[in-house]
């Protein structure tokens, strides 16, 4: 199995530039996660999915939009990327305890290194 | 306040010393809680779920207070290779999110 895989692992990016980035886990979660994480501020909520077809917005959504057409995979995109934006992505995974609507243990990508110039 | 607390250190201990870090919560319907670790330029994983009773695994134990709303985990005979930050993670009751700690950045020192 290969976890959870993120592409790209770098992009440098241009104010006003669009970008998505993927995330695809093997393991079949039903939880699917992307986080930015900035010096000094931890791991940040960005949106998250409950299952496919389903999106949520976290901690910090603007700027960004989501999908999650298939199980497995897991979009985040910058329509007007700025420099703001700055920042290591990660997405994580997780899987549904028994009893419903409580996750257990998160799984994370590589993570995706993106500077907005 | 924060929801979950750490200090940001850095710690820096000598190979071989015992090492302790705390972690607290303010939301007393915390369900779940965990210690991940992050080294540098990678992903957080985890390094062990925390239990009511404590639990122990090798070198590592990890403690809950739920009276005092805290978490502890405790290094033993540390190793170079415990040097990273160390991310205290919490989860409310039928939450499907988890909530991160800054994290405690350790260096173990030859």
């Known amino acids: 199995n290969a976890g959870v895989t993120q592409t790209p692992k770098f992009r440098v990016l241009k104010t006003g530039q669009s970008m998505t980035l993927l995330c695809a886990q093997d393991m079949n979660h039903e939880y699917m996660y992307w986080y930015r994480q900035d010096p000094g501020m931890g791991l940040r909520l960005i949106h998250y999915?409950?299952?496919?077809?389903?999106?949520a917005k976290g901690e910090v959504p603007d700027g960004y939009n989501v999908s999650r057409l298939k199980k497995q995979n897991f979009l985040l995109g910058l329509e007007s990327a700025a420099p703001s934006q700055t920042s290591v992505y990660f997405c994580?995974?997780?899987?549904?305890?028994?009893?419903?609507?409580?996750?257990?243990?998160?799984?994370f990508g590589p993570g995706t290194r993106l500077t907005v110039l | 306040r924060k929801e979950v607390e750490q200090d940001p250190g850095p710690f820096n201990v000598p190979e071989g010393a015992t090492v302790a870090f705390n972690c607290t919560y303010s939301?007393?319907?915390?369900?779940?809680f965990f210690w991940y670790r992050q080294d540098c330029r990678k992903e957080p994983k985890l390094l062990m779920s925390?239990?009511?009773s404590g639990n122990e695994d090798g070198r590592f134990t990890a403690q809950l207070n739920r009276a005092s709303q805290y978490i502890s985990l405790l290094i033993r005979d540390s190793k170079l290779s415990d040097s990273a930050t160390y991310l205290c993670?919490?989860?409310?009751?039928?939450?499907?999110?988890?909530?991160f700690g800054t994290g405690t950045r350790l260096t173990i020192i030859p």
């Open positions: 994580a995974s997780s899987d549904r305890l028994a009893g419903g609507g409580k996750t257990d243990t998160q799984y």
């Open positions: 999915s409950v299952g496919e077809g389903t999106t």
């Open positions: 993670v919490v989860n409310k009751a039928g939450n499907e999110k988890l909530t």
């Open positions: 925390v239990y009511s």
């Open positions: 939301n007393s319907a915390s369900q779940s």
